[in-house]
């Protein structure tokens, strides 16, 4: 994308996005693409950037994870990798497994429905693969631990193995030593110690003519000799000797390796970008969700249709501060394509401008935009800016000078693929001759069907918008009471400045309040008044509006809290009257299912047994067995009439209720979970949870006749 000028991209303050952007990259690949992030100008390009920019978002509301964990800046280790006769250390090698590994993560991640949800995120590895052998090289050699192992090669397994025992045989020789010592009195507090790689016992220094051995040195007080025994010395020399064959091997074992994992170099270069690329489409997500960035709706033409647009820097700060930051709607179209603000100043016009012109271009640097999803935006070509003053001292030039010198590569250069912001045109000259080049350059401007945003005071492009074909007006929202800008654009009618409105708020004298009146021209004076009555004629209607659109919301919402309780109450009386009905036919439907199983063993055992009587017993309590319920259930009725339940333990002495069976004795005794209760004269055994405690209702008062 080309931009005017070259400080274009300062002053809409992207330079503090990519920074934004960059704090989230981790790995150095990732934060080298922020900073080298680019305006694209292809449709596709587009979006795919912010189709996976949307993907890695929606992971991250979704809390799935994605598994690039690790943060590898291997850039060194790459390098080496292609260099013959290179060696990579241990730790290397572990950084290198961790990138294969991590690849292997995100292949895996791709499953079938995967590779269709997160289609964008898929196409960062087709084209490659996951290469099993290049972990297979590395386990081969070292351990979890990041350590040779000791079967990497058998020479390094016969060296590890006889300084294993040469170790061994030093560490029982020296300690032969150290306990003769010690039984001698010449062993120094500290015992023993390393010196220039060497064990050495350690005793005090009068003594050290009586020891045999090699003398390392002293300590500082010079109380304490450091000796190498002489049991000790050839097994030192022989251990030395083995470990530099050990070092020697382990070197060559590394080569080997590095060597071997050279030829999958290109293929590990391409996992390493490959993770840089994950890590900067997550930094891009994460930047979305702090400035609430969306994937709007893109267009092959040029357009602007932003719904609920807020500038991304703004939105932060306000957030930070504890603000709303309002939204606003912006249309341009090839029927609507240039857009002439105007209103009173410190009311937003400007930041309206750089919010349009910031929007479009992290759009086009694939970056998700603080828009509703409904918005709609197309690809430009190039881009043009003119803000604040551009007086130039280099050239000599004044702010007027520069200010048309803008222009006229504006009105050179623009075509319909232009997206262009002019601040508060013609402004540093002669109003009504500015005013007139003003008209000239716009009028030029939708000639060329270029889109763009300019904001003014002059009355002239305000009348001249309505007449032009493509260019309209638009305001910001002033309160006129409180002298307080509302920062909300309204599209479609020119704004007032407000200038003696303002004067006369803050007090000014009256006569000069007039004397400035007479001296602006009548018909001018009337058109800026009848701006700021329809202006606030307009916001009246507009709070009205919203008034009778929230009290027809309230109507409709308790018609239908009505609708649904009502709904509610009826089913929930259906329901109820089903319910016990469904409870009836059960209870009695079992005990018809058991009343046939236990008539049919009746039968059974009537032909079975001799014993006739006893099953004509067992038939008669089973038949009258309904007429004692009854009658369990009247007893019941009549107990719970006379006492009434205690909630709360139970203690000897009280007056409880057997649950089973209905009767009202004392407590007299618990016994761990069971309990002793005295009915009438007779104790009965219970469980504890069978019982509780009761009281006697009070007895109504018996009225007299």
């Known amino acids: 994308m080309k931009y005017f000028p070259e400080s274009a991209l300062l002053q809409l303050e992207f330079d503090k996005v990519q920074a934004l952007l960059k704090e989230h990259c981790k790995t150095e690949l990732g934060k080298e693409q922020a900073t080298q992030l680019r305006l694209h100008t292809h449709l596709d390009y587009v979006q795919t950037a912010l189709q996976q920019a949307h993907e890695y978002k929606q992971l991250s509301l979704l809390q799935d994870h994605f598994p690039n964990d690790y943060v590898l800046n291997l850039k060194a280790e790459l390098r080496l990798l292609q260099i013959q006769g290179a060696v990579l250390a241990e730790e290397q090698l572990m950084q290198l497994r961790k990138l294969a590994e991590s690849m292997h993560s995100i292949v895996r991640f791709f499953d079938h429905d995967r590779r269709t949800q997160y289609a964008g995120l898929f196409l960062v590895i087709q084209h490659t693969h996951y290469e099993k052998k290049i972990t297979q090289l590395i386990d081969e050699v070292l351990d979890e631990e990041g350590q040779v192992r000791d079967n990497a090669t058998p020479e390094l397994e016969r060296i590890r193995m006889a300084l294993y025992r040469k170790r061994t045989e030093q560490r029982r020789a020296f300690d032969r030593v150290l306990q003769k010592l010690q039984k001698l009195g010449y062993l120094a ?3 023993e110690a390393f010196l220039n790689n060497r064990r050495v016992v350690a005793v005090f220094a009068e003594n050290k003519r009586m020891v045999k051995g090699i003398l390392h040195g002293e300590s500082d007080t010079r109380k304490t000799a450091f000796i190498e025994p002489e049991d000790t010395i050839e097994l030192n020399n022989d251990i030395f000797s083995l470990e530099r064959d050990e070092s020697k091997e382990v070197y060559r ?23 840089g690329i994950y890590d900067f489409i997550r930094g891009k997500a994460k930047l979305a969700l702090d400035m609430d960035g969306n994937y709007p709706m893109l267009t092959k033409d040029p357009e602007v249709h932003l719904v609920e647009a807020r500038h991304p820097l703004l939105l932060l700060y306000n957030r930070k501060s504890g603000k709303p930051t309002i939204p606003m709607s912006v249309t341009l179209n090839k029927d609507h394509h240039i857009l002439v603000i105007s209103g009173p100043n410190a009311g937003g016009k400007t ?9 479009q271009l992290m759009l086009q640097a694939g970056l998700l935009v603080p828009v509703h999803p409904s918005s709609r935006l197309g690809i430009f070509k190039q881009l043009m800016i003119h803000i604040g003053d551009t007086q130039s001292l280099e050239f000599e030039l004044s702010t007027y000078s520069s200010h048309l010198k803008n222009m006229r590569y504006f009105m050179e250069n623009a075509n319909g693929k232009t997206l262009f912001f002019i601040d508060e045109l013609g402004s540093g000259s002669d109003p009504n001759l500015g005013g007139a080049f003003a008209e000239v350059i716009m009028e030029e401007l939708a000639k060329k069907h270029s889109f763009g945003i300019v904001t003014t005071h002059y009355l002239n492009l305000k009348v001249m918008a309505n007449k032009v074909k493509g260019i309209m007006n638009a305001a910001m929202g002033f309160d006129e009471e409180n002298l307080l800008p509302m920062y909300k654009l309204i599209v479609g009618k020119p704004g007032s400045s407000y200038t003696f409105s303002i004067a006369q708020r803050i007090g000014l004298e009256p006569r000069l309040i007039q004397r400035a009146r007479s001296l602006v021209d009548e018909g001018h004076f009337r058109l800026d008044k009848l701006l700021n009555k329809a202006e606030q004629d307009l916001q009246k209607v507009e709070a009205k509006e919203k008034e009778l659109q929230q009290l027809l919301k309230e109507n409709e919402k308790l018609k239908r809290e009505y609708e649904l309780l009502s709904d509610k109450e009826r089913k929930q009386q259906q329901y109820t009257t089903l319910k016990l009905q469904n409870k009836i036919k059960e209870e009695e439907l079992i005990y018809l299912k058991d009343m046939e199983r236990k008539m049919k063993q009746i039968v059974i055992e009537w032909k079975r047994t001799d014993d006739k009587q006893k099953v004509l017993q067992q038939a008669e309590a089973l038949l009258f067995r309904k007429k004692e319920k009854s009658i369990n259930e009247r007893q019941a009725k009549k107990i719970d009439d006379r006492f009434q339940e205690i ?6 002495g009280d007056q409880v209720k057997i649950r089973s069976n209905h009767q009202v004795g004392k407590l007299i005794e618990i016994r761990d979970k069971r309990a002793i209760v005295q009915l009438g004269n007779i104790p009965i055994n219970v469980k504890l949870d069978d019982i509780v405690k009761v009281k006697e209702r009070p007895k109504e008062p018996v009225e007299s006749k």
Do not use: P
Request: hydrophobic share 40%; net charge negative.
């Open 253 to 275: 074992i590394l080569r080997q390796l590095t060597a071997h994992l050279g030829q999958h170099a290109d293929l590990l270069n391409g996992y390493h970008e490959i993770l």
């Open 189 to 191: 507090d500290t015992g």
């Open 647 to 652: 909630k709360g333990g139970v203690e000897v």
């Open 351 to 359: 930041v309206t401008l750089k919010t349009v012109g910031l929007i």
